[in-house]
């Protein structure tokens, strides 16, 4: 029904900076929320950023003032710009979104994951 495709990782030194892009794509109706996870190896997902349809943001404490994220809702987009990369960003990035689609003929609120993309911060 619904697909997110996450692009933009891959490998920086510490001090860098890249942008996560995410497009969802599929019969949607709306989202709502959408926001970006990260997994470091023997770590438990966390929330690294969230923002509302209507452009509300939270950040975790640990990004606050490197990382940005935005959204484009004509494109159902969303982006993550970080900064002032840290060797502690490394980890598997991944999109989220809180979607209402079609479900036998009915509105429903579905949430959705992303594939991940991987992202490195090493010297």
């Known amino acids: 029904q619904v697909q997110l495709v996450e692009s933009g990782g891959g490998l920086v030194q510490p001090g860098g900076s890249l942008r996560l892009s995410c497009a969802a794509s599929?019969?949607?109706?709306?989202?709502?929320?959408m926001g970006w996870y990260r997994q470091a190896p023997g770590k438990q997902r966390e929330l690294v950023a969230a923002?509302?349809?209507?452009?509300?943001?939270n950040y975790a404490d640990s990004v606050k003032g490197r990382f940005t994220i935005s959204r484009d809702n004509a494109k159902n987009t969303v982006y993550l710009q970080m900064n002032s990369l840290k060797p502690e960003d490394t980890a598997v990035y991944y999109c989220?979104?809180?979607?209402?689609?079609?479900?036998?003929?009915?509105?429903?609120?579905?949430?959705?994951w992303g594939q991940g993309t991987q992202v490195g911060v090493s010297a």
């Open positions: 989220n979104a809180d979607a209402i689609v079609w479900v036998a003929g009915t509105l429903r609120p579905r949430n959705y």
């Open positions: 923002i509302s349809s209507g452009g509300s943001t």
């Open positions: 599929g019969i949607i109706v709306s989202i709502n929320a």
